[in-house]
């Protein structure tokens, strides 16, 4: 819904009317944007980077480490952030505390961040060229 809805503004930014059609890929690359769902993630690893390299003590950096105790209820467990988040770094080769140590170094706080904000997704050969030899 909200992808539908950048597209729709860019269009009229762009005044792309019913005659002309052209594609969300080319639309993108018009506008130079990324997809709305790899905008998302790289915001949201933008936040977990930021939020990572504050003090130990911040109430939003023990929010993000937090883990309920207690019972959950029965079926299936619901997709969470933190469930997606886990995905996404398993699916590069990390672990969470691997994260935690390399968003104190910014530059490979960096390496890692491009990894995970996407780009091994939309280019499958990008891990294997650019990290070759660093922890997976």
Known sequence: MIQSFINKSLRK??????PEKISNQELWQRTQQLPPPVQVINR?????GHTLRKDPENNTREALQWNPQGKRAR???RNSWRRSTMEEITKA????????????????????????RGWSLLVPDFRDSQMSGQPG
């Open 13 to 18: 930014i762009l005044r792309i009317w019913l």
């Open 44 to 48: 949201k690893w933008t936040w977990i």
């Open 75 to 77: 079926g299936r467990p």
């Open 93 to 116: 080769g990390y672990s969470w505390s691997t994260i935690v140590q390399h968003t104190q170094n910014r530059l490979m706080d960096a390496q890692v961040m491009v990894i995970l």
